[in-house]
């Protein structure tokens, strides 16, 4: 993951790129001892809502909460090798996205650290040992922690992302680090009880991993399974039809896309 260090947010987040950026719900105080504060969620089209939520009343560590209805949506995995875009680019190569976020974390060449699955095409060597899996199998797609065992990148496969942390595992915290963790940008995949896909992005200082993974189960979002993709200078996430933009600081070469069925 690239752009570490602690971010200039406000300012160069509005400043990334040329595209809006807001708030889906203007920030309200509340009061300290509010261990957690929530919208309502909010339909921006059939099959696909929003809410946000606030780990400890905390503004600044807000999560934009997408559930995604799986049999109105479908998901793509689109991986340029050594041909990163900001979310402007990808926002020009796919122009019919409902959503657009950040995926694999990669390396200094912009190729994708563990498994891309793109229309049925692989690339990359899949993780065995850590984190989980995004992936859509015979038009289904899932998220699959590695507690499970990693699941099989076979010819059934026709989209995967990779990512770790694994955050939630069967309804509870996964991911036990050091409590004073970074706090930090975030994007996060989930699967919810009712196999609802959930995409959860912190644009701002978001909580630290342990934080995350602690706080997800004590929400009424009914995860089953959370697995944390790359985040930091890379999160961003784009949902046009509620004039939502969040551009990265750095260029991506993976995004996970969402389209009408």
Request: glycine share 10%; aromatic share 8%.
């Amino acid at each position: 993951m690239r752009g570490q260090m602690l971010l200039l947010l406000f300012a160069g987040l509005l400043g990334a790129c040329n595209l809006p950026a807001k708030s889906p719900l203007a920030p309200t105080a509340a009061p300290a001892a509010t261990a957690t504060a929530l919208s309502d969620w909010e339909t921006i089209a059939v099959g696909l809502e929003w809410r946000t939520l606030r780990p400890d009343g905390d503004g600044s560590s807000q999560l934009v909460v997408l559930r995604i209805d799986p049999r109105r949506y479908r998901f793509r995995a689109i991986y340029h090798a050594g041909a990163p875009k900001s979310l402007a680019g990808w926002l020009e190569l796919e122009p019919n996205a409902s959503i657009i976020i950040n995926a694999n974390f990669y390396d200094r060449a912009n190729r994708a650290l563990g498994a891309v699955v793109s229309d049925g095409r692989l690339s990359g060597n899949a993780y065995q040992s850590r984190g989980g899996t995004f992936l859509v199998r015979n038009g289904a797609p899932s998220v699959i922690g590695f507690r499970a065992g990693p699941p099989p990148i076979d010819t059934t496969v026709n989209q995967a992302v990779q990512g770790f942390p694994l955050l939630v595992f069967n309804g509870e915290q996964a991911y036990f680090g050091s409590s004073e963790g970074e706090r930090n940008r975030r994007t996060v995949i989930a699967e919810d009880a009712n196999s609802n896909i959930l995409i959860l992005v912190a644009p701002y200082f978001g909580p630290s991993l342990q934080d995350l993974s602690a706080y997800l189960p004590s929400t009424d979002l009914d995860i089953v399974t959370a697995v944390n993709l790359d985040g930091g200078g890379s999160t961003m996430i784009a949902i046009p039809a509620a004039d939502y933009f969040q551009p990265s600081f750095d260029a991506v070469p993976t995004v996970l896309a969402v389209y009408p069925r």
